[in-house]
């Protein structure tokens, strides 16, 4: 019945603005096995476990980060790698020397029938080949044989036909390149070389 009447008087104290913690008296009973108060039973959290499951919480946000950065750089490594791999190109006849006079330029689709290129014989007799298709917009592009240069008339972007790299205008790399092989007088293609950028 004491026990009652202090529990009562306690629990006035704190209504009327005593403040947030119980008294001692009331920690001593509690230490002493006794029935815990009012109080401890609407505030039952303990602050070391609290503090316990704020580290498992941060536990976990650092292990789910640390997985997460793993699997981006490793799709980063494949995607590097894929890039790095080199398809295999078949080998096609796309022409005969003796067809083309200085000056001339033949079309083919290589390697595929959607990838227009264009062979070229400068004035030197040099025979080289590249890709169509301007690196800016994809226009066609065409062999000035008096500029001795590879051309795009849509925006004025200029090529060396020694290597495609870029001369003027706003095309961002190289023509890619078809590789070339001679056996006799068929112009074989056996590969692309794709330009790199400036």
């Known amino acids: ?10 629990r006035g ?39 316990y499951v704020l580290r498992r919480q941060f536990t976990k946000f650092l292990v789910l980060t640390s997985f997460g950065m793993a699997c981006g750089n490793a799709w980063i490594w494949m995607r590097s790698v894929a890039a790095r791999h080199r398809p295999a190109y078949p080998e096609m006849r796309v022409g005969r020397a003796s067809e083309l006079g200085p ?6 689709s290589y390697p595929g029938p959607d990838d227009p290129c264009i062979l ?5 007799g040099a025979i080289a080949a590249f890709s ?13 044989a008096s ?13 060396s036909p020694d290597d495609g790299r870029v001369l003027q205008g706003p095309p961002p790399r190289p023509l ?15 590969g692309v070389e794709e330009g790199a950028e400036p």
């Open 147 to 159: 500029r001795d240069r590879l051309e795009c008339p849509c925006h004025e972007g200029y090529f």
């Open 176 to 190: 890619p390149r078809i590789q070339l092989s001679r056996r006799g007088d068929d112009i074989v293609a056996v």
């Open 1 to 10: 019945m004491k026990h009652e009447n202090s529990d009562r008087a306690q």
């Open 13 to 51: 104290s704190h209504a009327n603005g005593a403040g947030p913690w119980p008294p001692a008296s009331e920690r001593v009973a509690e230490s002493e096995g006794r029935r815990p108060s009012v109080w401890r039973e609407e505030f039952s959290v303990d602050a070391a476990e609290d503090a």
């Open 132 to 144: 169509q298709k301007c690196t800016h917009l994809s226009c066609a592009v065409y062999y000035a």
């Open 103 to 108: 000056g001339q330029v033949k079309m083919f």
């Open 120 to 124: 070229v014989r400068r004035a030197n």
